[in-house]
């Protein structure tokens, strides 16, 4: 669990970091360096699996990538409408230029998983299992941040959230989907460590 917790904190810093200021003085848009590190770690994540003799199955390594990279785009995201403020303007040249390395890191994501998938997918009743139970978290995790959402705009007139613009609030509802997704591969992941954790105490006692 402390590995999920840690892999989900540093990519949605990793994705903050992005979005912030505090690489506006490098020779490239924040967003291609983004993707060069995802390309990479996706490299890097590939050669450990195939040299590990039991390492995850089809399913887990699909759930360790999406962790990761839902992790950075919500982190990205969080950190882009931080900027942008509750006024957020689509078509200001910060809100391009922040759109622009969102799109690229989406892209990322997706080159990433080509690298760092399974070539041989295979999928059991386990595995069906398991998505089935981290679903359900997702689901609730998910409204539960959709009824806070609703209270804060129903309710929370004397504070900022007042001042949200259709933009700002159209994003605030990605960023709810993209946290549930990290919800879901965050409970899923679990399960698989309960089960391997449950494996080891029965090799033990044997």
Known sequence: MILILALALGSCLLGALLA??????LPLRPGLLGLALMLSSAVLARRHWQRSPQGPGSVERACWHGLASYSLLAGHLGGLLWRLG??????????????VDSWTLILGALLSWQ??????????????????????TA??????????LILALGFGERTPVAGFNQ?????????LLTLA????????????????RLEAQREAEA
């Open 20 to 25: 912030s200021e505090l690489l506006s003085w």
């Open 86 to 99: 509750p006024q957020l303007d689509m078509h200001s040249l910060r809100g391009h230029a922040l759109a």
């Open 115 to 136: 690298i760092a998938r399974d070539p041989q997918p295979l999928r059991d009743e386990r595995d069906r299992l398991f998505q089935a139970a981290a679903l359900r």
């Open 139 to 148: 689901w609730h995790a998910l409204t539960a941040l959709l009824v806070m």
């Open 167 to 175: 933009p700002l609030i159209a994003h605030l509802l990605i960023l």
């Open 181 to 196: 997704c990290v919800v879901h591969e965050a409970a899923q992941l679990r399960l698989y460590g309960l089960e391997a």
